[in-house]
């Protein structure tokens, strides 16, 4: 089975735009998180989608928001973007709901300028 | 509210020396725990999990970690590192049925 692709996996962005990053996850699975890495926070929960509804939800300002497609092919889309977005965000599928059992993706590495 | 805390950022090791990668979690429940890692541009993978029953728990390639319930700990470690070891390790926790809480992590360095 193919793994847990994300595009674009690098990206350039001025701030005060916004961008979509999308996580296309493993064939059958329908759960997708995001989840942002920066060398300061760590890794922190975004939100969870589960059969196109969002399920689960972090501690981010609405600028951060997601859906999720019914071929479970989930976008996230960050506006007004901000210095501090500049990050690694790594999508996550997994084939139940809120389930430990994650599978991640190598990540889109967001830079803005 | 649960959390993680790993309190080394670095660890720094020569090859074939013993490693140990602390985490310590704070929860009121029962919780799972995790061990991932990743390696340079690439995503996390899962190294090992302690999900209940026996509390040693050990990946394919030689780490293990051991579950302390009283001290709240989960260190992964290996008795002999080889230079691929080098990456990121994160300790995470969850409740069933909820999401994965991570640690900050801990870079593993690996010197010939």
């Known amino acids: 089975k193919a793994g847990v692709t994300q595009t674009p996996r690098y990206l350039i962005k001025t701030r005060g735009q916004q961008v979509t990053l999308s996580c296309s996850p493993i064939?059958?699975?329908?759960?997708v998180s995001w989840y942002q890495q920066t060398p300061g926070q760590g890794l922190q929960f975004l939100f969870e989608?589960?059969?196109?509804?969002?399920?689960n939800k972090g501690n981010f300002p609405g600028r951060f928001s997601g859906r999720q497609f019914s071929n479970s092919r989930s976008e996230m889309n960050v506006s007004t973007l901000e210095l501090g977005d500049s990050a690694l965000y790594l999508c996550?599928?997994?084939?139940?709901?809120?389930?430990?059992?994650?599978?991640f993706g190598p990540g889109t590495r967001l830079t803005v300028t | 509210a649960q959390s993680v805390t790993q309190l080394d950022s670095q660890v720094p090791v020569f090859e074939e020396a013993p490693v140990e990668l602390r985490c310590n979690y704070s929860?009121?429940?029962?919780?799972?725990l995790f061990w991932y890692v990743q390696y340079p541009n690439q995503g996390l993978q899962l190294l090992l999990k302690?999900?209940?029953?026996?509390?040693l728990v050990e990946s394919i390639n030689g780490f293990e970690a051991e579950f302390n319930k009283s001290q709240t700990s989960f260190h992964l470690r290996k008795p002999s590192v080889h230079i691929s070891d080098t990456a990121e390790y994160f300790c995470?926790?969850?409740?069933?049925?909820?999401?994965?809480?991570f640690g900050t992590g801990t870079r593993l360095q690996v010197f010939p």
């Open positions: 996550a599928s997994s084939p139940r709901a809120a389930s430990y059992e994650q599978y």
């Open positions: 989608y589960f059969s196109e509804t969002q399920r």
């Open positions: 929860s009121s429940v029962s919780v799972y």
């Open positions: 995470a926790v969850s409740r069933n049925t909820d999401k994965l809480i």
């Open positions: 064939s059958g699975h329908r759960s």
């Open positions: 302690y999900l209940s029953g026996s509390t």
